[in-house]
């Protein structure tokens, strides 16, 4: 287990060094002097001069690339434009605030949707069966902006349940420690702010789940209906095994790899994806970062958080990766 | 062994549906097993003797498959009664089943030790420990070595004839009063079958275990069982003492799948196969089913369907004309057409 974990980290490495290429490319795709975007339009030619060759950006590009490097190496994400801030410290709490969202809604999605596709397997053909697979089509086909303003029009406005935007109530702000604020209020012991941060959550990670949710019951449906036609599912059976168990033992593990895959990818999708959502909800995750940062030209963030985030969705991959080998044994042995 | 019957299957018809008909895969056959012994099923694949074995387990596959008539009965009840929770209680307790496929019928991602210990502890009071005591205890009955490295691990690390004794150890596990094997030694190479065979006699004997043999293999049959049962296209042919039907097998079908066995003694010659194949369930075939396929039919077998007749020998019983015509002192003026 640990030679496989370690192989494939480093497997990772040529992946991670991909990235800041392509990264590094479009960039300086982009035409124009990073340090006329800088100054502006009344700058005068010493002073753009002055700035290239303090950016580094009079050097070959090689050598650009290599400063980059050796600066993500440290930790060093570059400077905002807009703010003059160091980015790697102004982009945590929006990424925070982002996986905050990101893992309740595929929380949402594991539970509901691999439990409703085991059910529409184990009792396939059934009334539950049609219904949740015509939900799950009507789950994948939903644009999640309209589903988005609907939820906030029925729940917020019409009903008055939930709030529209946000994260917190803005007259009590909580005081953020892991800026995980479901977590952050209960180490305080702050349960009416809890309860109020939960609140904020439902809407938009519901939102943000129903993809995510469909698509998984669907694929679980698929491979467990799949694995119950098996000799070993038979086997259980004759055992005397209760039908609970020969499902959500047998039937399950054998069946979850390839809904493991869809997570994975899911998961990454929500990360990055997030921008739509968040920007109905106010949430303010790295969505609302990169949307600002596109806004005002802000290059470096951009680029750091296209970064970040392919950076986490490589990341996902190589858990999902370890989860195969910790389900199939079988797994390792082939190479 | 005595002779009180433990299993008593009655007139059971099962059928499968296939689009919007009921087609039958057992046409309502009678056996019984008895104390102790062990009981060949024969015939070619087809011929029901699985589907008969899933029916005894509780385990039909429904839909499609569905038993129409007849009682299944087991120490004194019918099991065709029994409902879902009662099955849990005879499943793998009372009845233990092993499968044809021993490379797939363990589940591949749970180790040998958990799929053991679970098939103890379902229906045990047992504790881990106990249970795992009670495991290695099991593996030793079966003849495997290393007991203990073999708990820990997982299928794919085990050679068939290994993963199939596991198998006979999970069935064995509670001490189940019937064993149902189908086709245990098919996917065997011949020395393990050797093996596997001579286990299974072994268990009947220490345990005093039942045995439902099922195969398509009469050197199988002749090697371990005491009496069989011919089966053919949904039902018994022909039933009886294994030294008796192997030397003077009564129905053509039998004696036809005799000839099918090969000899190692015998000259090299063209092995004898019988034309032809089994009727599909569904294939409306007037009069005896064999007809068809068999090398002495004449017009009778044609138009009505044989009872199974006694024969002069206690228990043998044949489902053929020409052993009528012989009984009734009638000169057998059947030819081969």
């Known amino acids: ?335 | 062994m005595n002779n009180e019957p433990i299993l008593q299957i009655k007139d059971l018809k099962i059928s499968f549906q296939s689009g919007k008909r009921f087609l039958p895969a057992v046409d309502g056959i009678s056996f019984e097993l008895r104390e102790g012994e062990i009981l060949g099923i024969v015939g070619e694949s087809g011929s029901g003797k699985s589907v008969t074995s899933l029916a005894a387990m509780g385990l039909i596959p429904s839909p499609p498959g569905k038993i129409e008539t007849g009682e299944i009965i087991f120490d004194g009840r019918d099991l065709r009664n029994a409902s879902e929770k009662d099955w849990l209680t005879i499943r793998g307790n009372q009845i233990s089943m092993i499968f044809q496929e021993p490379m797939t019928s363990l589940n591949p991602l749970f180790t040998i030790g958990n799929q053991l210990i679970e098939a103890i502890r379902i229906h045990t009071h047992f504790s881990k420990t106990e249970a795992k005591a009670r495991s290695i205890e099991l593996l030793k009955l079966v003849g495997i070595p290393r007991v203990e490295g073999i708990l820990k691990e997982y299928p794919h690390q085990l050679s068939g004839g290994m993963r199939q004794r596991v198998m006979i150890a999970m069935a064995m596990a509670c001490n189940p009063r019937v064993l149902i094997a189908d086709e245990p030694t098919t996917a065997l190479d011949v020395t393990i079958q050797a093996q596997i065979l001579a286990l299974m006699k072994n268990l009947n004997q220490k345990t005093n275990t039942s045995i439902i043999l099922i195969t398509h293999d009469l050197g199988v049959v002749a090697e371990i069982c005491e009496r069989v049962i011919v089966m053919y296209a949904g039902l018994v042919v022909e039933q009886g003492d294994v030294r008796t039907i192997l030397k003077k097998p009564q129905h053509p079908y039998t004696k036809g799948l005799l000839k099918a066995v090969p000899d190692l003694k015998g000259k090299k010659e063209r092995l004898l196969s019988i034309p032809g194949t089994v009727p599909t369930p569904g294939t409306v075939v007037q009069g005896c089913r064999f007809a068809a396929r068999c090398a002495e039919v004449f017009e009778k077998c044609k138009s009505e369907i044989p009872d199974l007749y006694q024969s002069e020998k206690d228990g043998h019983e044949v489902r053929c004309f020409l052993h009528t015509l012989k009984e009734e002192g009638d000169e057998h003026v059947g030819v081969p057409s």
């Not at chain 1, 990101?102 to 049609?130: C, P, Q």
């Not at chain 1, 799950?136 to 349940?161: H, K, N």
């Open chain 1, 1 to 335: 287990m640990l030679t496989y974990t370690v192989r494939r980290i480093f497997s990772l490495i040529p992946v991670l060094i991909g990235m800041t290429l392509i990264v590094f490319a479009i960039i300086h795709a982009i035409p124009g002097n990073p340090a006329q975007v800088i100054l502006g339009q009344r700058a005068t030619k010493e002073s753009i001069a002055e700035l290239t060759r303090q950016l580094g950006l009079d050097q070959p590009w090689y050598i650009q690339y290599f400063d980059y490097i050796k600066a993500l190496l440290h930790g060093d994400l570059g400077v905002s434009l807009r703010t003059r801030g160091p980015i790697n410290e102004e982009i945590w709490p929006y990424l925070i605030a982002t996986i905050e969202l990101t893992l309740v809604a595929i929380v949402i999605a594991i539970i509901i949707g691999v439990n409703a596709g085991i059910i529409s397997a184990w009792f396939s053909k059934s009334w539950f069966d049609y219904a949740a697979m015509v939900f799950a089509l009507i789950g994948v086909s939903m644009p999640i902006f309209w589903l988005g303003l609907m939820g906030q029009w029925l729940f917020s406005i019409e009903l008055g349940w939930l709030p529209t935007t946000g994260r917190e109530n803005v007259r009590d702000p909580v005081a953020s420690i892991t800026n995980i604020y479901l977590f952050d209020t209960l180490i305080q012991g702050r349960f009416d702010q809890f309860k109020v941060v939960l609140q904020h959550l439902i809407l938009p990670s519901a939102a943000l789940a129903t993809i995510p949710m469909a698509i998984i019951a669907r694929m679980t449906r698929a491979t467990m209906l799949e694995v119950m036609k098996s000799d070993y599912i038979r086997t259980a059976r004759a055992k005397g095994l209760r039908m609970f168990w020969v499902v959500y033992k047998h039937s399950l593990k054998n069946a979850i790899i390839p809904v493991l895959t869809v997570i994975g990818l899911q998961t990454g999708l929500l990360l990055g994806g997030a921008i739509l959502t968040e920007t109905i909800f106010g949430w303010p995750g790295i969505g609302i970062y990169l949307y600002d940062a596109i806004g005002y030209r802000d290059y470096p963030v951009i680029q750091s958080g296209i970064l970040v985030i392919a950076a986490i969705f490589v990341l996902i991959n190589l858990v999902v990766d370890l989860l195969y080998v910790l389900i199939d044994p079988r797994i390792k042995y082939s190479k």
